[in-house]
């Protein structure tokens, strides 16, 4: 069965629709109390006291204000009190009466977490029986002002008279405004329930104290805390709210942990088969592969907060710490989840574990790794790689470089080469005429005793800016003599790129250079492993362009990295992956109209699938696969291959009717630096270059897990990218040509099973 309809373009209108996000309550179970869609306080039935809110609910942002979002899944107004670019209006807000009727209250907020001065409170006979803040009390990054879901159990108060109060009070700078939006009551929380009974107001004194204390003590101990004293007790209470898992009993533990697989299982966009952790939260950069004893071992960055004795004990603050989360897995696809390694919880380590890498050759499983002290080493006290110990010299390379120095200590890769030990030191060098992305060569006899050699490469104008930067680097022989240096760039925008090479005399001199993500691309934080095989395997972090519920950021399936005869980078998708192929459909040959599509029939539909597909060689005009595509076309990711061009893109300017879905094609800095136009900042299609040999076919292998899609070509190319679709039945596959009518030879669909258990 086959149908024709308008085919795919390079460049198609974002189309918005207002109802494209929302709660998972249907419409039947929720009842709007507010969602501020009104010019007017006064006219709407609110009263208002002071000025921070002005006459009515706000459509955008004030000068001087960084951008806000989140507050659109509904209209364009949201209640914000950044009145004509200053925290220093005061004043409130109180809704009409409204009586209520369901278990749970949900909204949005973001922006000012001040207990009693920036907030929404639910009043009840007057008194205030439920507040929520914002969560900065102190400079962030661009997502400050990003309204979150957050939840009220209001069970107690089921059929009594309410109103809302919005509350900006005297603080004056540090985000001290409130944004919020979208209030309803619903049969179901939207997030974790953040305060079930209000604390008194003494409590809520000493709570803004602690939070204070962390502000001001950010990177430094708190003083020892003595047992029975308020302080002992205020400190307590903040990291039980924090930590969110201080003298929990072992029927909380096991309710939450239920509620949040529910959560992850019933979540549409979570993958089914990429590596991600079970229990949620976000993590990054892959780091430190390596393939020891029969299983291959993954570490990627996550955040844990300190336990509560180091920091009572004057030890520690209550900042999270990046620790390296610790996978590992027997075949690429079913992983494990071992111990994390962690920093020293001692006030020391305040920004944890960073980026690095495990030492390539060490006689024992070593790991090289950069923090705030400088360049670190940990070393495996077991053969499964569950414990780990701070090497004694740490930091073996300190950090600050001293004045002068033409190195920058950041992020580390080792190697072992005949009796010494090599290692890339940093994202930049110094020395003048090595301007751009470069990182620093040292060597050492043990590890511990380290000498700075110099550049390690020279960047070209030719293939990168002067502005990018080398992290996460990773050096590797390739094969056909030739090496390989693969890093993440933070300017102008996150992503991947390498060069191959040739490394003689402590000298790297690169001959080609490639990226691995492009504008509107989703990958960084690169990582490779030699296996047992001989294969040198890739991952990497594949990060978000949406708000996800309690989960953020996935890892790439295992890539296979080799040389061609001709020296080109070949990229192919580990072979182990067939293992997970369910359900095939029969084998297809198609005919495509000229400059028309061909929507294949239900049973090909999925979203976590696998396709492959050939079409013929000598097609001139545009050509691809469509996935994610709904019925009626309103939502649809177009993967389109350009012979004239010599380019493979992935169109995703109707992937999702969700307006919150970003794809940012610079990074601020870098915008605002060069005063790029907003129209600018972001991008509707990712695009890579591909051109193909005369008469040589293109060939499609298309990995599609929900919300994340990989699409490699001709074992030369692949493209990353997430979608995020909105409509249950956009799960639909068609094929389109802008040329002349064209055969496909084969398509083949498979099902594949997921791997993750929840």
């Known amino acids: 069965m086959q149908h024709k309809h308008n085919i795919p373009t390079l460049l198609l209108t974002l189309l918005a629709f207002a109802s494209a996000a929302g709660l998972q309550a249907g419409a039947d179970t929720d009842i709007l109390v507010s969602d501020f869609e009104f010019d007017s306080w006064a006219a709407a039935g609110w009263t208002v006291t002071g000025s921070a809110f002005g006459n009515g609910p706000v459509t955008g942002d004030f000068p001087h204000h960084r951008p806000a979002s989140g507050f659109d899944i509904k209209g364009t107004r949201f209640v914000n009190s950044y009145l004509n670019g200053s925290d220093r209006p005061t004043g409130a807000v109180v809704s009409p009466a409204f009586t209520i009727q369901r278990p749970y209250m949900n909204f949005l907020i973001g922006a000012g977490g001040w207990p009693g001065k920036t907030c929404v409170n639910l ?94 003590r950010a990177y430094r101990r708190i003083p020892r805390q003595t047992p029975g004293t308020a302080a002992y007790d205020t400190l307590l209470a903040e990291i039980e709210k924090r930590n969110g898992r201080e003298n929990l009993t072992l029927a909380d533990r096991l309710r939450g942990a239920r509620e949040l697989r529910d959560l992850f299982l019933a979540d549409p966009h979570r993958p089914r088969y990429h590596l991600l952790p079970p229990e949620g939260g976000r993590h990054i950069d892959a780091n430190g592969g390596i393939f020891h004893r029969g299983r291959y071992h993954l570490f990627l960055l996550g955040y844990e907060a300190p336990p509560a004795p180091p920091v009572l004990d004057g030890t520690d603050t209550m900042r999270s710490r990046w620790v390296w989360l610790h996978a590992s897995s027997a075949d690429l696809l079913h992983w494990v989840w071992q111990p994390p390694v ?52 740490n930091p073996v390379i300190p950090a600050p470089a001293p004045d002068g120095a033409e190195y920058n200590v950041f992020d580390p890769t080792a190697w072992k080469q005949g009796d010494t030990y090599y290692a890339l030191i940093g994202n930049k060098n110094r020395r003048p005429g090595y301007e751009g992305d470069c990182t620093s060569l040292f060597k050492s006899p043990d590890l511990v005793n380290w000498t700075y050699i110099g550049p390690f490469y020279k960047s070209d104008r030719k293939w990168t800016l002067v502005e990018e930067d080398a992290a996460c680097v990773d050096f590797f022989a390739i094969g056909n003599g030739r090496h390989m240096l693969v890093t993440h760039v933070h300017n102008p925008f996150r992503r991947v790129q390498y060069y191959i090479g040739a490394y003689a005399n402590d000298t790297f001199t690169p001959e080609r250079h490639g990226h691995m993500s492009w504008f509107g691309g989703s990958l960084g934080g690169p990582e490779t492993l030699l296996d047992g095989k001989g294969r040198r395997l890739f991952f990497a972090w594949v990060s978000e362009h949406a708000p996800v519920a309690g989960w953020g950021s996935t890892t790439t399936l295992p890539r296979v990295l080799s040389l061609d005869a001709g020296g080109d980078l070949r990229i192919q998708p580990a072979p182990e992956l067939e293992q997970l192929r369910a359900n095939p459909r029969p084998a297809q040959k198609l005919a495509v109209p000229a400059g028309g599509e061909v929507v294949l029939p239900e049973h090909f539909n999925g979203d976590c699938m696998e396709i492959e597909v050939s079409f013929p060689a000598g ?22 291959f350009d012979p004239a061009a010599g380019t493979l893109s992935v169109d995703f300017s109707r992937a999702s009717l969700n307006p919150a879905v970003r794809y940012i094609r610079y990074n601020a800095k870098i915008a605002d630096t060069y005063k790029i136009p907003e129209n600018r900042r972001q991008t509707t299609i990712q695009t890579a270059p591909l051109k193909l040999d005369a008469g040589e076919p293109l060939t499609l292998r298309v990995y599609l897990d929900r919300s994340i899609l990989e699409v490699y070509a001709n074992d030369r190319q692949c493209v990353t990218q997430r979608i995020y679709p909105t409509l249950p039945d956009a799960k639909g596959v068609a094929l389109f040509t802008a040329g002349d009518a064209m055969e496909i030879p084969r398509l083949q669909v498979f099902d594949i099973s997921p791997t993750n258990p929840w």
């Open 342 to 393: 962690k920093p020293d919880f001692d006030g020391s380590m305040p920004m944890g574990l960073y980026s690095g890498g495990i030492v390539a050759g060490a006689p024992r499983p070593t790991i090289i790794l950069h923090t705030n002290k400088g360049t670190c080493l940990y070393t495996a006290d077991d053969d499964d790689l569950n414990r780990w110990s701070p090497h004694s010299k």
């Open 619 to 640: 097609q001139t005009r545009p050509h691809g696969l469509v996935v994610r595509r709904s019925p009626d076309g309103r939502e649809q990711t177009a993967i389109i």
């Open 123 to 216: 009043l009840v006979g007057g008194k205030v029986v439920r507040t929520a803040t914002g969560d900065y009390t102190k400079p962030a990054g661009r997502d400050a002002e990003k309204l979150l879901w957050k939840t009220w159990d209001v069970s107690a108060f089921m059929g009594q008279p309410a109103a809302i109060q919005i509350v900006d009070g005297p603080v004056t700078g540090n985000w001290g405004h409130i944004n919020l939006d979208h209030i309803v009551q619903s049969q179901k929380p939207a997030s974790k329930i953040i305060i079930d009974t209000l604390p008194s107001e003494a409590d809520a004194s000493r709570m803004e104290t602690a939070s204070l204390l962390e502000d001001l």
